[in-house]
Every structure is written in C-alpha cells, then in structure tokens.
C-alpha cells in the first residue's frame, strides 16, 4: 500500500533518486516457506498478488491478501520469516488517541482509509504506527502517519506543478524536461510536534 516507485527531490534541492519497482511474482512461483508463512498467519487470506525485491543485499518478498474484504500487505524474508504487516482497518479500529490526532489535524476532510503498521520481530507483533488517508476540502490527498500514541510523525499532501517553489519546479524541468507529473506530494517528517524536514516527491 505504502512501498511506490518515486522518483525523489530532497529539501527543494536537485538530489534525484529512482527507487527501483518491486519485481512481480507468479502466485504459482512463490517460495513455499513464505506461503506456507502467510497461510498459517492468515489462514482465511486470499492472496491476490506478490513481489520480490533486494533490501540491503537480502531477498525479501511482499505477498498482498484480502482477508474479511480487507487489504493486507505481508512482507517476509525469502526463507518464510515474517517482519512487517500492513493491514487495512475501519475507522472504528482506530486508537482514540489516533482519532483525536486526525481531527485536530484535518478536522474537515472526508476519511478515504486506514492501515496499521505492525513491526514483527521473533514473532512478535508490536504496532508501529497508523497510516491515514484523507481528502481535504479542497479535494486533494492528505495521508498521516501516526504513532500508537497520537502522535503525528509524517504529513503527505497533494500539490500541484504550480504549488512547487520556483527552485523546485526549475530543477525539474531541468532534469525531466518531458515528464509529466501524475501526482506531487510534499513529505513533511515531525518531531515533538514540529515540522523538521520536507521531501518533494513525484510520479511521472
């Protein structure tokens, strides 16, 4: 849900990244340790599709399921070991602390879905954080990521070409003259409540 191939703008500054796009894998291909793995987790799952990709050198694979009309993200080492799930929740589900936290931040935008974020480490699932996606008034994207405490650690919002500082825009017309954008998000880290650092990125 979260993982995307973007290309990368940090602070305003031309500092290009490509991330590399997850290779698909057939279901019929799938390492039998990681979807015996999965099944045992989710045994009412029904998986819908799977990728590989190399993170710090290691083979890992992501297996996506629906489970209960819900999407579930399941990312496991190449040998079945389970370290992260991203499970889509309703709204209800949602900690009050998490809840207060989306109302005093966007109090008027219209709630599009929630994910939970789960670290899994020698078994044990510890939650990691919220992910909430939201429209705004004016009709664009807002997403949160929220600790299991209330507190905000990340802003996405949607802008335009337009929204972009002169510097930004000009760095890439210079580096992808013929480009065009899909979408542009402004990735805004918080700490102790403050903003601390911004990220533009774009999907052209």
């Known amino acids: 849900m979260i993982r995307m191939s973007w290309a990368v703008l940090l602070l305003g500054i031309a500092w290009l990244s490509a991330a590399r796009a997850d290779d698909a894998v057939p279901l019929d291909q799938l390492p039998k340790a990681v979807a015996d793995a999965v099944k045992t987790r989710f045994p009412k799952g029904t998986v819908t599709e799977a990728s590989k990709s190399t993170v710090d050198g290691k083979l890992e694979y992501e297996v996506t399921l629906k489970e209960a009309g819900k999407n579930i993200d399941v990312t496991l080492t190449a040998d079945g070991v389970i370290t992260f799930i991203e499970k889509e929740i309703a709204d209800r589900e949602l900690p009050k602390a998490v809840s207060a936290a989306v109302a005093k931040k966007a109090p008027k935008a219209m709630h599009q879905g929630a994910w939970v974020g789960i670290a899994v480490k020698d078994g044990k699932e510890t939650v990691d954080y919220y992910w909430i996606d939201l429209l705004s008034a004016t009709k664009r994207s807002v997403q949160l990521e929220i600790a299991p405490d209330g507190a905000i650690v990340q802003v996405v919002r949607e802008i335009t070409v337009k929204d972009l ?21 402004v990735v805004i880290a918080v700490e102790d409540g403050k903003e601390v650092r911004t990220t533009t990125r774009w999907n052209c």
């Not at 580096?175 to 899909?182: L, V």
């Open 165 to 185: 500082p002169k510097a930004v825009g000009e760095a890439l017309q210079k580096q992808f003259p013929k480009a065009e954008y899909k979408s542009i998000e």
